[in-house]
């Protein structure tokens, strides 16, 4: 875990004379790294222009240090591990010891100087995604600017034209960087505090993976057959909550760095989009959604008022994008007799399982898997398994949490007479009205 102490001190004894033209190998600032897979705490402004800093879903922003005007940013490209729940480890590319890397935050109007050191075993580039920049700053190897060969740095120097959020990828062996995990989020704030103000601001970017059962390592020319569907690489249940106190304007910014489209959905609420990577929703032009689509390579930002307490559900409404990596491939039994089924396969394979003929419903089920590897939906609830996987976590909306308070508050307390509930079964079998017969009566 980095020591923001510690960097912003030495940063200060750098910062103490200004950088003239070129910047030299010796004025390099150093590179903070991060070991912690769950969300950090925010990183307030310590001097400039206040702002509401952004969390990061099981992720962190980068520290900066100043220098004159500028400030400075330092991201290392090298291999990493990423836990995407626990019990799964994959062997990535990303930047700052984690994939992805990690968020830069920034003002609108800043100078900022961005280091890019390059450990990985080939050359790279960084591509400032949807950010107004000068061309040759722009990050596209080979147009723009010579390809970053291993253990060279590269520095980028632009100002922030625009506030919005954005993303940051290689444009250097694209499909392979990518697919290793080569991706981070960049959030730029309105210089005005007073800008559409919230009171909670979260961010993540969402990318997929093809991970075989049993392995570490993505197939990174896979184009269609993904199996892992991550928010800032991570699963469900691995993916951190959305801690939120009731009442509170929420700002949440997604980044789709995938091969896909997601329509993101939020339960209890309805919500508006205010800003995308092109820049700020006109207040006139928008409407209110429970759910919204993010094209690839986009960004979405949605904001919502937490104005109705529980645990409520937040996922792609792709049903196959909340599960995990086993079962993609199963065949469809239902209706077929487990029991006649479970004699035939037990005659072939003594340890196999017959499952499928109701239902895939898993809660319950443990099954022999190879080491590294999920199950297809796991998790569970105060009623439960909650069957879930992938592109899914809840928003935890609670009356009690203090203003900068991120941590999880446990599963909601329903007051009482407000969970559905059963009732007994009817002894006969209810009357149904069949097509083209007379209408029912009803007896009054």
């Not at 220098?67 to 330092?74: C, Q, R």
């Not at 760095?257 to 508006?272: C, E, K, Q, R, V």
Request: some cysteine.
């Amino acid at each position: 875990m980095f020591s923001r102490r510690g960097f912003l001190g030495s940063a200060a004894l750098a910062g103490a004379s200004a950088i003239q033209g070129r910047v030299q190998a010796a004025s390099i600032p150093e590179a903070p790294t991060m070991d912690k897979v769950v969300m950090q705490p925010p990183l307030h402004p310590i001097s400039g222009p206040d702002y509401r800093p952004v969390v990061t879903l099981n992720g962190w922003s980068l520290p900066f240090r100043m220098n004159g005007d500028w400030k400075e940013f330092h991201l290392v490209a090298e291999p990493v591990v990423r836990e995407f729940a626990e019990g799964m480890k994959v062997n990535l590319w990303g930047y700052n010891g984690q994939s992805p890397g990690p968020t830069i935050e920034a003002v609108e109007g800043d100078k900022v100087r961005i280091f890019v050191t390059n450990r990985l075993p080939e050359y790279t580039t960084v591509h400032w995604h949807g950010m107004i920049v000068p061309s040759g700053m722009d990050g596209v190897g080979g147009l723009n600017q010579p390809h970053i060969e291993p253990g060279r740095t590269f520095v980028y120097e632009f100002e922030m034209k625009k506030s919005g959020t954005f993303m940051y990828h290689p444009h250097s062996d694209e499909m392979v960087q990518m697919a290793m995990g080569m991706m981070g989020m960049v959030v730029v704030h309105p210089r005005d505090p007073n800008f559409r103000p919230v009171d909670r601001d979260f961010v993540f970017v969402m990318s997929t993976y093809r991970v075989d059962p049993g392995t570490y390592l993505p197939h990174v020319n896979e184009m269609t057959d993904f199996n892992m569907w991550t928010w800032n690489a991570r699963v469900f249940p691995g993916i951190d909550p959305l801690p939120v106190r009731l009442g509170d304007k929420v700002r949440v910014r997604m980044g789709n760095l995938s091969m896909t489209n997601h329509p993101i959905h939020l339960h209890g609420h309805s919500f508006a989009v205010t800003c995308t990577d092109g820049g700020w929703v006109p207040e006139s032009a928008q409407y209110p959604e429970t759910t919204t689509d993010v094209p690839v390579g986009a960004v979405r930002v949605l904001d919502v008022l937490a104005d109705n307490p529980g645990d409520w559900a937040f996922h792609c409404h792709k049903s196959h994008h909340t599960m995990n990596a086993m079962g993609h491939d199963v065949r469809n039994l239902i209706g077929v007799s487990r029991k006649d089924l479970a004699k035939a396969v037990g005659k072939l394979a003594p340890d196999g399982m017959a499952m499928g003929s109701t239902g895939m419903a898993m809660g319950n089920m443990e099954m022999p898997a190879p080491d590294n590897t999920l199950p297809m939906m796991t998790g569970t609830g105060q009623f439960g398994p909650i069957e879930m996987g992938g592109m899914f976590t809840v928003m935890k909306i609670r009356e009690d949490l203090a203003r900068d308070d991120y941590r999880d508050p446990g599963p909601y307390k329903f007051p009482q007479g407000t969970v559905a509930y059963e009732v007994a079964a009817p002894a006969t079998e209810p009357a149904r009205h069949k097509p083209g017969s007379p209408p029912m009566k009803h007896k009054m």
